[in-house]
Each structure stands twice: as C-alpha cells, then as structure tokens.
C-alpha cells in the first residue's frame, strides 16, 4: 500500500477484498455479498475512545438486500451477526490499513448487546471502532469495542473485539 488514507470508497473496499490494498497475504475484506459496508468515512491512529485509533463506516441498507428475503420470512431483519461480521471486518480493514503484515481472522468478542434492528425501513447504518489494544507480536491483535447505528440511534454495542493477523 503505498499511502494511509482517512477514508475509502467503495471502489477501494472491492480492491481490498481482491488482496490489492494491503498486498497479496495481507488482511483483506470479504467479497459482496458479505462485504457489509460501502465506505469507511474516518480512520485515524490516534482519538476514539481510548485515545488508540478508531474506524468508522456506512452501509446503505436496500430493502432488496439478500438477507433480508430469508431471516425472517414475513419479519425481515439484518442478522445481528451480520453486524459483528462487519465490526470485526472493520477491525480488521484497520489492521491492514497501519501496515501489519498477515491475513485477518475474527477470534472473539467479549459482550454483545442489541438494543434494536435493522429492518428495510432503516435508510443508514453506521458502524464504529475504538481501539484499546494493538499487540505486534508473532500474531498481531487488534482489541476494539464497537457499535452500530441505524439511522443515528445506537442499537448494537459490543466490547473486547478480537482480530488476528497471521503469517503462517
């Protein structure tokens, strides 16, 4: 990658899930359909919430979305791990995007909270990380806590996500 940006567009998202970003062997994020976001708005190596760095990003929700047909039939709703999919996606966009050599893998998360859903009426989500920790050892970790936004109002909060980078 030959410059940090503070933002990306779409265009440099699929680039990205294609292994073009960070280099081949490097964190990459997933294709469409489970790509869940279209643009990271602000990265930053310092702010957030514990002074570390944060990433946020936005996802226009269509009612033709694929997930919404199946989960539920006659109650469509965003799968709340589709959610956390998209927090540790962004957890580890981050990774990538400070240079970290390694491919990305979601290893945990402390809690989960869901206050509400993302339904087809939702026009926005926003999507939010806060890093607490960078550990740049043979594994390199991210720990970050997130949340997710539907129109503005906070509806999903989770603490203590884990994303790897590794080598081997």
Known sequence: MTERRS????????????????????AQL???????????????????????????????IKPDHWFFPCHFHGNPIMPGCLGLDALWQLTGFYLG???LPGKGMALSTGEVKFKGMVTPSVKLVEYGVDFKRIMKGRLVLGIANGWLKADGEQIYAA?????GLSTA
């Open 7 to 26: 933002s990306y567009d779409y265009e440099d998202l699929l680039s990205c899930a294609r292994g073009e970003l960070f280099g081949e062997g490097n």
């Open 30 to 60: 997933p294709l469409p359909p489970m790509l869940m976001f279209d643009r990271i708005t602000d990265i930053s190596e310092t702010g957030g919430e514990f002074d570390k760095g944060y990433a946020r990003a936005e996802f226009e």
């Open 97 to 99: 995007w400070l240079g």
């Open 159 to 163: 603490t203590d996500l884990r994303v």
